[in-house]
């Protein structure tokens, strides 16, 4: 690359070098990857925002950061939960200490945590939906004060599937409304079983001073925003994260489109109001 073309690029549009500093099992198809930057860092990542992630070689897809730096960090290195569903993703779900890959972003819109300061803040995630949500308990619990209740919700098909069951004990140990359920019970299970919209009802938190927080699949979205209007949640303060293949990540190509968003670029994080007459339309 010539050194006049090098200036001009940026980490939207090639691929910068990160190496995986640890890996984490979470479960037998999920890992959590914690990458350092190799020659140069990107842009600070917000709650919310994805990168591209390239497997060299193979290709590159888009996964949301999943976790925020320790206070005494320095570095700015990137944590991101992928479950191995492709030829990228299981390239990445491989990738051990040491491994090279290439990094794009930030891209998108964030969950903008800081404007639910004073409200009580409701986080409900279905699935690997938990990963892109997990920056927001951690942002909150970071400056505790500044937020009323704290309820997280989560569900998953069965017990083996629960991610990152060290920080849901954790976050209940601190305060947090912790709630589980799972589709299918395991021997042994003694917890909730069925949908996670329904754990929406028995939860505490003030609904006309709440902002929810909402990441899964979408048809679990779409019930679990209702079920929060349904209570007294204003739509404009429910916010879903939408999925769509990205491609280019900047809003360049198309690909992404869900009627008249773009979500890489005006997405993923879009309010309810914006979103349920999206939702609401099968074909899109």
Known sequence: MSTSLASRVTGAELPLPYRVIARHADTDDTVTLELAYETAPLPAFAPGQFAMLTAYGIGEVPISLSGLPAPHETARRLTHTLRAVGAVTRALHAAGPGTVIGVRGPFGTTWDVPSAAGH??????????????????????????????????????????????????????????????????????????????????????????????????????????????????????????????????????GHCQLGPLLLCRDGPVVDYARAEPLLDVREL
Request: charged share 20%; proline share 6%.
């Open 120 to 253: 009580d803040v409701v986080v409900v995630a279905g699935g690997i939906g938990l990963a892109p949500v997990r920056p927001i308990v951690q942002a909150v619990l970071a400056e505790r004060d500044r937020y009323g209740e704290v309820v997280l919700l989560v569900g998953a098909r069965t017990p083996a599937d629960l991610l990152y069951r060290d920080d849901l004990d954790r976050w209940a140990a601190a305060g947090v409304q912790v709630g589980v359920t799972v589709d299918r019970p395991a021997e042994g299970w003694n917890g909730h079983v069925g949908v996670v919209p329904a754990l929406v009802a028995s939860a505490r938190f003030r609904p006309g001073r709440s902002v929810g927080f909402v990441c899964g699949p979408e048809v679990m979205m779409r019930f679990t925003a209702r079920a929060l209007t349904d209570r007294g949640v204003p739509a404009s303060r429910v916010r879903v994260s939408l999925e769509r293949n990205m491609r280019c990540g900047a809003g360049w190509c």
